[in-house]
């Protein structure tokens, strides 16, 4: 079974701190595939990251970046910095053959 | 390039209707997938098809049914609504296949309400 698991429910930083969201993951496969998708509060769902189970290399894109450990079956993102319009919901999601989400973690970024 | 779009945007059912709501995607993706949203649970696989004609079922499938007839629509009915599917809904597309093409892009959302 797949199952993603978003412990933080909800996160309050204020303007320019760094925040990790971290998630969790159980899958039998070996492979599969890791996005994280941010949600702001418009409603939309909006495309972050993908990365595939062979593919374990760090990802940095200006401030944000993500950190891929197998071992610990995590895939957490790190914003540096953060910024007001950081603020939404992060949803992260696995999928073999189809896409499962965990839960969400609704980060607000206090001015 | 408008990508994914949902139809309608929001909805007010009373329990027992049915509606149908339309998914149209314009980037000629093979696969289309619908989900619900509900608070606290992430989002939720109703359904999704792999091509022209095929559906699926995904993890809560029941008290819904879809339709594939053209590549780039993919139709979400529910014969008789019920309180519980009060949710937001979102179709999303993507290729086939791995590698990048398995990106899913989103639409905006339908917000239904049944009473």
């Known amino acids: 079974a797949q199952k993603v698991t978003q412990a933080q429910t909800e996160i309050s930083v204020v303007e320019k701190e760094d925040v990790t969201l971290d998630c969790v993951y159980e899958?039998?496969?070996?492979?599969?595939?890791l996005f994280w998708y941010k949600q702001p509060p418009s409603g939309e769902l909006v495309f972050l990251i993908r990365?595939?189970?062979?593919?374990?290399q760090n990802e940095i894109s200006g401030r944000y970046s993500w950190n891929f450990q197998k071992s610990t079956s995590s895939f957490n993102f790190t914003i540096t910095a953060s910024q007001v319009v950081d603020s939404a919901v992060y949803f992260c999601?696995?999928?073999?053959?189809?896409?499962?989400f965990g839960a969400g973690t609704r980060l607000t970024v206090k001015p | 390039n408008a990508g994914v779009t949902q139809t309608p945007k929001f909805r007010v059912l009373k329990t027992g209707q049915s509606m149908t709501l339309l998914c149209a995607q314009d980037?000629?993706?093979?696969?289309m997938y619908w989900y619900r949203q509900d608070p606290g649970m992430g989002l939720r696989l109703i359904h999704y098809?792999?091509?022209?004609?095929?559906?699926a079922k995904g993890e809560v499938p029941d008290g819904y049914n879809v339709s594939r007839l053209k590549k780039q629509n993919f139709l979400l009915g529910l014969e008789s609504a019920a309180p519980s599917q009060t949710s937001v809904y979102f179709c999303?597309?993507?290729?086939?296949?791995?590698?990048?093409?398995?990106?899913?892009?989103f639409g905006a959302g339908t917000r239904l309400s049944v009473l």
């Open positions: 980037m000629n993706h093979e696969y």
């Open positions: 999303a597309s993507s290729y086939s296949g791995g590698g990048s093409k398995n990106i899913q892009y």
């Open positions: 990365r595939n189970s062979f593919d374990e």
């Open positions: 098809s792999v091509g022209e004609g095929t559906t």
């Open positions: 999601a696995l999928k073999r053959n189809d896409m499962r």
């Open positions: 899958t039998r496969d070996t492979t599969y595939y």
